[in-house]
C-alpha cells in the first residue's frame, strides 16, 4: 500500500502529526466501504489483505501531491499534516506518477506533541533506534490495519464502529525505556493481546531492522460505543454489518502475520 506523506519544504509538518495521520489513513482505506466484498476497490484490498500488507511511504509536494489526490485512496488531515492512503496495487500496475515520488527525504525530527488525546489508541513506538519518519509511517499504519482485525475477529464491534465515528483517530508517541519495557516483555504478541489487551507488532525485517523486531505497542482503551452518531441507524447498522464480514474474512491472515507466519504478496 502506498502511503503518501505531503511535506513541502517550506511547512513542514510535525513528526507525530504525520504519523498520526499515516495511522489512521491506513485503516481507513482498508475499511471503507469502497474496499467491501463488491466495492470497486475490494479486488485489489481484499488481496492486499490476505497478503503481507506490505505498506511504502512516499513524499510527495506541490503538483505531485495535486496529481496524486487524483487517484482512488482516502486523505488524512491531522493537525497541519496530510497522508494519502492508495490502493495497494501490483507493482507492475501502479501508476507512474506514484513509482516516481521519493522514498527517501522523508526524515522530520523529533516533536513535543503535546497532552495525550483521551479515548482512543496511542501508538507507542520502540525507544530505539529511530526509525526514519517514513519506516514508522509504514509501521504505524501496519499497526492500525492489525488493530481493526484484532477487534473485529474478537467481535469487538462497539469499540470498532466507535473508532470509525471519529476517523479512526488515534496518537502516536516514542515510547521511553521504560513505558516500552512495560508494553513489551518476552511474551508472544497472542498472549499480550489475550492477556494484557496489548496490541504488540513485529517488523516483518524488509528495512532497517531485523525481522522479529517489537517496533509499536499499543495498550488499547475502551472506546465509548456512545460517541457514535448516525441519521439513518438502519443504513448504518447494515454498512458496519457488510464492513465486519468482510473483516472477520481477512483477520485470521492479517493477524497470523504478527505471529511470524506470513502470506506472500507481490504488492507494494
Not at 496511542?122 to 530505539?128: D, F, Q, R
Not at 508494553?183 to 493481546?193: F, K, R, S, Y
Not at 507488532?201 to 472506546?223: I, N, Q, S, Y
Not at 460505543?225 to 473483516?247: G, K, L, Y
Request: charged share 20%.
Amino acid at each position: 500500500m502506498p502511503l503518501i506523506l505531503h511535506i513541502e519544504p517550506g511547512a513542514m509538518p510535525s513528526r507525530s502529526a504525520l504519523l498520526e495521520a499515516a495511522a489512521s489513513a491506513a485503516v481507513a482505506l482498508c475499511r471503507d466501504e469502497r474496499s467491501q466484498p463488491g466495492g470497486p476497490w475490494s479486488a485489489e484490498v481484499q488481496s492486499w489483505l490476505a497478503g503481507r500488507i506490505r505498506k511504502v511511504a512516499r513524499r510527495a509536494r506541490g503538483a505531485r501531491w495535486a496529481a496524486v489526490t487524483e487517484l482512488p485512496g482516502v486523505t488524512v488531515d491531522n493537525r497541519g499534516a496530510q497522508v494519502r492512503a492508495l490502493l495497494p496495487w501490483l507493482v507492475t500496475e501502479t501508476p507512474h506518477i506514484v513509482t516516481r515520488l521519493q522514498v527517501g527525504g522523508t526524515d522530520l525530527p523529533p516533536d513535543e506533541a503535546g497532552p495525550l488525546p483521551e479515548g482512543v489508541p496511542v501508538l507507542w513506538l520502540t525507544p530505539g533506534p529511530l526509525m526514519t519518519v517514513g519506516k514508522a509511517a509504514a509501521q504505524v499504519g501496519h499497526a492500525t490495519v492489525l488493530l481493526a482485525a484484532r477487534l473485529a475477529i474478537d467481535g469487538r464491534i462497539p469499540e470498532l464502529e466507535s473508532w470509525a465515528a471519529g476517523g479512526y483517530r488515534c496518537g502516536v508517541r516514542p515510547a521511553s525505556p521504560g513505558r516500552w519495557a512495560e508494553l513489551v516483555t518476552t511474551e508472544h504478541p497472542e498472549q499480550a493481546w489475550r492477556q494484557r489487551n496489548v496490541l504488540i507488532v513485529r517488523d516483518a525485517g524488509f528495512t532497517e531492522v531485523p525481522p522479529g523486531t517489537p517496533h509499536c505497542g499499543c495498550p488499547l482503551p475502551r472506546l465509548d460505543p456512545r460517541s457514535r452518531t448516525c441519521a439513518d441507524p438502519q443504513r448504518d447498522h447494515e454498512a458496519a454489518a457488510r464492513r465486519v464480514r468482510a473483516d472477520r474474512a481477512t483477520a485470521g491472515s492479517v493477524v497470523g502475520q504478527n505471529g511470524g507466519s506470513e502470506a506472500r504478496r507481490k504488492a507494494p
